[in-house]
Nanobody, 122 residues
Framework: QVQLVESGGGLVPAGGSLRLSCAAS????????MGWFRQAPGKEREFVAT????????SYADSVKGRFTISRDNAKNTVYLQMNSLKLEDTAVYYC???????????????WGQGTQGTVSS
């Protein structure tokens, strides 16, 4: 069982940055791949980025590649999402997820946080 709590969302102007954090409970954190997904109003939840258990492998959605960076600190049981050069279309609720397997399909992930709102203004 893993419990996830996101933080770091907020309101930023276009071109700005946000850093999201996701703190995980449990001693098995390093056993899980971690992912960030997002959901904009009226849209389906979508893949943003994933990272494997060691941090040695990452993947990104094309829409965020080169702007977002996912990382993890297994000593702190925390995964991060650094978001730079934010665009209006990045506005969404951002969710942290954990699963033994690392996929881009949100419905396959077992554990979820409550989400944190990220809003980009013009």
């Amino acid at each position: 069982q893993v419990q996830l709590v996101e933080s770091g969302g907020g309101l930023v102007p276009a071109g700005g940055s946000l850093r999201l954090s996701c703190a995980a409970s449990g001693r098995t954190f390093r056993s899980y791949a971690m992912g960030w997904f997002r959901q904009a109003p009226g849209k389906e939840r979508e893949f943003v980025a994933t990272i494997n258990w060691s941090g040695g492998a990452t993947s990104y959605a094309d829409s965020v590649k080169g702007r977002f960076t996912i990382s993890r600190d297994n000593a702190k049981n925390t995964v991060y999402l650094q978001m730079n050069s934010l665009k209006l279309e990045d506005t969404a609720v951002y969710y942290c997820a954990a699963d033994p397997s690392r996929t881009t399909v949100w419905s396959t992930w077992d554990y979820w946080g409550q989400g944190t709102q990220g809003t980009v203004s013009s």
